[in-house]
């Protein structure tokens, strides 16, 4: 009893925490949105793509809060244009990256070259402009690691691996998702102003791989119809979700054991691993619904699209959700120990 009523003690002012940062992202995107990525060049963003910018957006508004309760960062309207510049990097970039892998016939190896990428894959100029953007908002002290970061993120997704047709091991599969989902998060994690030391950058390399994880669970129908080849999809081949359950609550409890080592005060990490909570709780329900399904059919029903998608508009699915927020302090604690 004593751990649920921490639980609930900390994740009602991780809850204030997000409602508020969620609430400015609203607000910013609202007033100050477009006029953050100005100037955009020839071509307007079209009513698509900002619906695209927007969920990117918030995406990262989510990231940017667990930063925020860690270091208890007020963020700047700066750190904010380089955070909305970012978020329409990554969804531009993300559909770019499709479409150019299918039309690409330079033979250009696409390695460390970003901004030579935006220039030959973009006749719009969309893309180099935010990255500009990017690069024109950040001290010069920072630009080299972000560099870094984001050489590893542009890398991977050129190269296309998951992409290639070809069965790729699990092994590499989780290398694949760490790698893409760890370099991401610490790609906005160098947005912000304060010092990034080793040790929370392997805690948000932990944390990016488990986002990474949450995504491909939700996204496991719309993957396979695609033909991206992830660690869901290739589990859910083999009917087995109970090792993908398996892998995600590793992953879990890495990432919260990685959190522990940062340094942090403990009160910061309680509140940070609290809105992590809210992420696993939702893809927990997410597995859970999988498995429901197998029971019910001996294996998932592929052709299915509306039994198999994990809808969070559902009232439904956000009531399991929720009741998983509030109850699973348990799971919590033992998620906090590495065997």
């Known amino acids: 009893m004593l751990q649920r009523l921490k639980h609930w003690y900390y994740l009602t002012g991780t809850t204030a925490a997000l409602a508020s940062a969620f609430a400015r992202a609203a607000w910013y995107f609202a007033v100050n949105g477009k006029a953050s990525l100005a100037p955009l ?167 990016g791989a488990l986002v990474q994880l949450c995504d491909d669970i939700f996204d496991l129908w719309f993957d396979r119809q695609n033909g991206t080849d992830t660690l869901a999809t290739a589990l859910a081949a083999q009917n087995d979700i109970e090792q993908l359950k398996c892998l995600f609550e590793h992953q879990v409890t890495r990432t919260h054991a990685a959190f522990r080592q940062t340094g942090f005060p403990h009160s910061r990490i309680e509140r940070a691993l609290s809105a992590l909570h809210y992420l696993v709780s939702v893809t927990r329900s997410c597995l859970a619904h999988y498995l429901r399904l197998k029971k019910k059919s001996g294996s998932l029903p592929f052709n299915n699209r509306r039994a198999m998608v994990v809808d969070m508009g559902r009232w439904s699915n956000r009531f399991r959700a929720g009741l998983r927020v509030l109850l699973d302090s348990d799971a919590m604690a033992s998620a906090s120990r590495v065997d």
């Open 41 to 207: 060049p020839r071509k307007s963003l079209t009513i698509n793509e900002i619906r695209r910018w927007k969920h990117y957006f918030y995406g990262a508004t989510y990231l940017r809060a667990v930063f925020s309760l860690l270091h208890r960062h007020s963020v700047s309207p700066g750190e904010m244009r380089l955070f909305a510049n970012l978020s329409a990097l990554a969804g531009f970039f993300d559909d770019l990256a499709d479409a150019f892998r299918r039309r690409d016939q330079t033979g250009i190896r696409w390695q460390d070259n970003p901004e030579q990428y935006g220039q030959t894959a973009d006749s719009s100029g969309r893309a180099l402009q935010f990255l500009q953007n990017v690069y024109g908002g950040l001290p010069p002290e920072d630009l080299p690691q972000f560099k870094q970061f984001l050489n590893r993120v542009f890398n991977l997704e050129t190269t296309g691996r998951q992409q290639s047709g070809q069965t790729l091991p699990p092994g590499e599969l989780a290398r694949l998702t760490a790698e893409k989902g760890g370099y991401s998060v610490l790609l906005f994690r160098r947005a912000l102003r304060p010092p990034l030391p080793e040790t929370e950058q392997q805690a948000l390399f932990e944390f």
